[in-house]
């Protein structure tokens, strides 16, 4: 990714990772570009809120339409920009079709009018809460899933009536203009996704630009940047950041599934995945048949163009940091069972296991993003579940046991867990996804991502009037004697 000055326009070259080659020019957008969007979308807010749920779902489904029958032009678009092997794109855009499909189908139920109960004392009220669309919703995306992770926000913010102003990455920018341009031919000549190309200085407009609210989903320290623009305007903001994912394997896991888990886990899409598995806790009664398995497992593996089944580094910067943990993790004692730091070619990293490394080595406590898996043996899973929680992030994690997987399951602190599958929770359309800790806050996904992109409307109507005047300056001690009984009734007494 470079940037250029063309005719006193900024623009963005973006290139295949694999080969170095340009494949695509895009502006830099400035920050009065991107108010200007904002403002086109603040207008356009106003009619797609006033849509019904129904009508909004059949023009998502249109949007659908045009992506699935886009899908293969659009895995080729997502594998030019970052690597991703085109398989690997189009399993992408289906996961992502799931959760646009759920959003546009479910936004009624989940966020439409309700009434709910009131208490005895106001029982004279009528009472409904329904959840309202903030208008126009910034959406900063990544490169590494440049269509299922910023969808995971874009589809649910415009389920539930917003407006989308989205600044995809610098590395992927053409990925989110073909959304937009598929979008705009299911929803034509209204505003109701736009998109804004550019770096860092282009999302820091977003973030200034008077939205109701940011979706951000980076690096951590990116998503610290993201809050403090933020925070000059009191923009709320749903931080999805990064991670450093855990697998356990118990004494009674079937290995074989274990060790295919932790394979694609930690090196599909070169490792470069926030809830991908960085380290592996395996119970020393299968230790060794363990690392064994994957590593005989891993040996097939091969990263590089055509046929191979990793993709390249996308980031050229990311490669000191595998390096770095490579390197450290050697020093202080650790063994490269397979792969290592001289199998780095260009943007290629050979598949890498590490065993004996130290639990504060930086190949174990920092997100590494490369295909990369520290192996260490553990007492038992109390040994494991302290160690997983011993790192200052929180997203996922995965756990293989046969008997006690949902106890080892419901002690990790993270905002998921999935038994003897990988990341599958990330998969389900009802379940949300988000972290904790450094992973950041706020979800996406489910029910809760609907209600992430609106504000809850609470609203009372008074169907008689109340024998006991409670707001009222006319009310006497009879009133207040009542209220006294009724309070020591309703709360002095232990159930």
């Known amino acids: 990714m470079t940037i250029e000055t063309e005719s006193a326009q900024l623009t963005l070259d973006v290139r295949n990772p694999a080969t170095g080659r340009v494949v695509g020019r895009y502006p830099v957008h400035t920050a009065g570009d991107v108010d200007a969007a904002v403002a086109r979308a603040e207008a356009a807010a106003s009619w797609w809120a006033a849509l019904n749920f129904a009508d909004r779902a059949r023009s998502l489904d249109r949007w659908r339409a045009e992506i699935s029958r886009g899908r293969a032009d659009l895995a080729r678009v997502m594998s030019e920009e970052m690597g991703k092997p085109i398989s690997d794109a189009k399993l992408e855009i289906a996961m992502a079709l799931e959760h646009l499909k759920w959003a546009a189908h479910n936004a009624h139920s989940v966020l439409g009018r309700r009434s709910v ?52 990455s610098e590395y992927t920018p053409g990925v989110g203009v073909w959304l937009a341009d598929a979008f705009a031919r299911a929803v034509p000549n209204i505003p109701v996704l736009q998109v804004i190309t550019g770096a860092g200085e282009t999302g820091a407009a977003l973030c200034r630009a008077g939205v109701g609210k940011i979706g951000f989903t980076g690096s951590t320290e990116t998503g610290k940047r993201v809050m403090a623009a933020c ?15 855990a697998l356990l394997v118990d004494a009674d896991a079937d290995l074989a599934a274990a060790a295919d888990a932790a394979l694609w886990g930690g090196m599909s899409n070169a490792g470069q995945t926030c809830l991908g598995v960085e380290r592996v806790y395996v119970h ?36 000191e940091v595998i390096r770095r943990h490579l390197a450290d993790a050697l020093a202080l004692g650790g063994r490269a069972v397979l792969g290592g730091p001289d199998l780095i070619a260009g943007q290629f990293v050979q598949p ?37 929680n011993a790192s200052a992030y929180g997203l996922g994690a995965t756990v293989f046991a046969r008997r006690h997987g949902r106890e080892i399951a419901d002690r990790i602190r993270a905002g998921g867990t999935s038994i003897n599958a990988f990341v599958a929770h990330a998969t389900v359309p009802t379940l949300p996804l988000g972290g904790v800790g450094a992973s950041g806050f706020g979800r996406v996904h489910g029910p809760d991502g609907l209600r992430e992109f609106t504000y809850a409307k609470a609203t009372t109507r008074q169907r008689f009037s109340s024998p006991l005047a409670l707001t009222s300056f006319g009310r006497g001690p009879l009133t207040d004697a009542v209220v006294d009984l009724l309070v020591s009734v309703l709360h002095g007494r232990l159930p």
């Open 284 to 319: 020393t009664e299968v230790y060794d048949e363990f690392v064994e398995l994957l590593v005989d497992s891993a040996r097939g593996l091969r990263a590089g163009q055509g046929a191979a089944q990793i993709g390249p580094i996308t980031m050229p910067k990311q490669l």
């Open 117 to 168: 109960r009131a208490s005895l004392l106001t029982l004279d009220q009528e009472c409904t809460v329904e959840y309202r669309p903030f208008g126009v919703v910034g959406v900063i995306g990544p490169w590494n899933y440049p269509v299922f992770t910023p969808l995971s926000s874009i589809s649910f913010a415009l389920a539930a009536g917003n407006t989308v102003v989205f600044k995809p």
């Open 231 to 245: 925070a000059e305007t009191l923009t709320p903001v749903l931080m999805e950041c990064g991670g450093k994912d």
């Open 352 to 388: 890498t296991i590490l065993v004996d490394v130290p639990e504060d080595c930086s190949a174990v406590t920092e997100e590494t993003f490369g295909p990369t898996l520290t192996v260490t043996r553990v007492a038992d899973m109390d040994d494991a579940v302290e160690r997983v």
